[in-house]
């Protein structure tokens, strides 16, 4: 798995995802962009990953398209409309997308911590084709945690109740998504 960050200037949000969606088809791999201020950090999107790449290896997928799976998990969500919330807008849109060969799971023993694995050269070249379409920086070292917290309807009281940070609530709401079915 890759991660690649930047800001994008989407004119024509249709055009802008028909780029990664051929970008994908091209290296034959899936990328989901996000816009990074609904993602928590790099590991939020590592286990998005990995659940969703287990519901694929598993056959349990909530979406029949594994970019669509990936952006439910992240968001934590079942219905797609609500997660397309955390999905890249037209105008500045800071952007954080993963690029998956979703087949090469096949290769591991153990399908979760795929984002682990060292990543596929097709996962490499896509993500350089990418982060040619984005003004290439971190955008997800400035997370702003009343975004986060009202996207993921993570309470004060909730945060009070934990010794662990917003980022780790967040990822409990992703690894959560498995059980609510």
């Keep these: 798995m890759e991660i690649v960050e930047g800001t994008a200037n989407i004119d024509d949000l249709d055009g802008f995802l028909d780029r990664l969606t051929a970008i994908g088809e091209r290296h034959g791999v899936t990328l989901q962009a996000f816009d990074a201020r609904y993602v928590a950090d790099a590991a939020h999107l590592r286990r998005a990953v990995d659940h969703a790449v287990r519901a694929l290896d598993r ?3 909530i979406a029949d398209d594994p970019g669509v799976e990936i952006l439910l998990y992240a968001a934590g969500r079942r219905q797609i409309n609500q997660a397309l919330e955390m999905g890249v ?3 500045e849109c800071p952007v954080a997308a993963v690029v998956v060969d979703t087949d090469a799971h096949d290769d591991c023993d153990d399908p979760v911590g795929t984002s682990e694995r060292p990543a596929t ?3 490499t070249e ?3 084709a990418l982060a040619d379409d984005l003004d290439a920086h971190s955008t997800l070292d400035s ?4 975004q986060l917290q009202s996207f993921f309807d993570i309470t004060d009281r909730e945060l009070d109740a934990t010794d662990g ?6 990822r409990e709401r992703v690894t ?4 609510e079915r």
């Design 165 to 170: 940070t917003i980022s780790d609530v967040v």
């Design 143 to 146: 997370t702003n945690d009343d």
């Design 89 to 91: 807008s037209p105008g």
């Design 176 to 179: 959560l998504l498995v059980v």
């Design 59 to 61: 056959n349990t997928t």
């Design 126 to 128: 896509a993500a350089a």
């Design 121 to 123: 050269p097709a996962e």
